[in-house]
Structures are given as structure tokens and as C-alpha cells.
């Protein structure tokens, strides 16, 4: 059993900042890659960053240059840094995680429940 939980959300002014934390708990054994994902009503989601267990990070192009990823996959934690946040940033997140269990080495893919940040403009 693998769980990811969310955390810091919430309602920010359009230029400010917010800082999201991931802690996955669980039968790990290697975490391979985390990220976020983000999704609005009426549309798919979508990438906002991935990073691998060698630090090796990837951004989408709306937010290169505004939000970091950092992880510490020693802790099973995940942040996303997010700067300069813009109203089109309004959207649910969720913590992605590819991994492998403990007890057969099985790979896997497990997802958050997400959390709501909110930009005002």
C-alpha cells in the first residue's frame, strides 16, 4: 500500500508565491520519479514538473522560470516552489510518483488526491 498526501494549498494574490509539499508513505522500496500534475474543470490534466532520483528536473513551458521542483526522495518528499503565480495557475495539483514496492519489487505509478490553489487577480 502506497499513499501520497498534498499539502499547501490555498488562496494567493497574483504575484505572490506558495510552496506545495508531497510526502509519500508506504511499502517503498525505490522512488524513481515525482512530480506534479495539475487540472482545471472542463480540461485534461497536465504536466507542471517532474523530477528523477538523480535531481534531474523537467518543467512545462507555462511555468519554466516561475515554479522550482526539488525533491527528497530519502523522506518520500516532493515540493513545488511556486513564484510570480499567475491566474491561469487557478488549478487542482496532484503529486505524482513512479516507484517500486517493498516486498516484490512491483513498479507502479500513484497519484495524490490533489490540492486547491486558487490565484486572485
Known amino acids: 500500500q502506497v499513499q501520497l498526501v498534498e499539502s499547501g494549498g490555498g488562496l494567493v494574490q497574483a504575484g505572490g508565491s506558495l510552496r506545495l509539499s508531497c510526502a509519500a508513505s508506504g511499502s517503498i522500496s525505490v522512488i524513481n520519479e515525482m512530480g506534479w500534475y495539475r487540472q482545471v474543470p472542463g480540461k485534461q490534466r497536465e504536466l507542471v514538473a517532474t523530477?528523477?532520483?538523480?535531481?534531474?528536473?523537467n518543467y512545462a513551458d507555462s511555468v519554466k522560470g516561475r515554479f522550482t521542483i526539488s525533491g527528497d526522495f530519502a523522506k518520500n518528499m516532493v515540493y513545488l516552489q511556486m513564484n510570480s503565480v499567475k491566474p491561469e495557475d487557478t488549478a487542482v495539483y496532484y503529486c505524482?510518483?513512479?516507484?517500486?514496492?517493498?516486498?516484490?519489487?512491483?513498479?507502479?505509478?500513484?497519484w495524490g488526491q490533489g490540492t486547491q490553489v486558487t490565484v486572485s487577480s
Open positions: 523530477i528523477t532520483s538523480s535531481a534531474a528536473a
Open positions: 505524482n510518483a513512479d516507484l517500486h514496492t517493498r516486498n516484490w519489487f512491483n513498479r507502479g505509478v500513484y
